[in-house]
């Protein structure tokens, strides 16, 4: 008698993918947690919007891990662009104003100044996400800057880099 295996559905496979990367994290293999957090990204990326915006703040929890401070926060930036609903896009300003702050803490905000422009590809085409990059870029380089944004969170997010 042979038994067939159905494939495992994605919503399935993608929590598999999430346990696999949180126990390689847990062992210290962060490389091999990233690969996981990357096949989710790809898994998820159109179908599964919310466990795409969770695997990209996994993933930039990971680059903090690794001092990684501007991986860390395009992954932010993509979560963002790409959250598929108004409280994840809130939530995910928080999450950032997070990051923010580690960076600051750990006194890098500098690296967030320097190659800005590598930042808005991951916010795509939205004005009010390429306005808000292009703020966070110019607190990070120690610019003032006194613009005001329509999201409560946009702008304690911002008022992290501010001091």
Not at 62 to 85: H, M, S, T, W
Not at 109 to 130: K, M, N, P, T
């Amino acid at each position: 008698m042979v038994i067939k295996y159905e494939p495992l559905n994605r919503k399935e496979r993608i929590a598999k993918l999430f346990r696999e990367a949180i126990e390689a994290e847990n062992r210290k293999d962060l490389e091999k947690a990233k690969e996981k957090l990357d096949e989710i990204l790809h898994e998820s990326m159109e179908e599964e919007p919310e466990l795409y915006f969770e695997a990209c703040f996994r993933l930039a929890e990971i680059f903090l891990q690794e001092d990684n401070y501007r991986g860390a926060v395009k992954c932010a930036l993509r979560a963002i662009a790409r959250a598929p609903n108004e409280n994840l896009f809130r939530l995910g300003f928080k999450r950032l104003g997070d990051i923010l702050t580690i960076i600051r803490e750990s006194g890098k905000l500098e690296e967030l100044g320097r190659d800005g422009e590598s930042f808005f590809h991951h916010v795509g085409e939205d004005e009010g996400l390429r306005d808000f990059v292009e703020a966070m870029i110019r607190l990070a380089r120690g610019e003032k800057v006194e613009k005001e944004f329509p999201l409560r969170e946009m702008n304690e997010a911002l008022s992290v880099l501010r001091g």
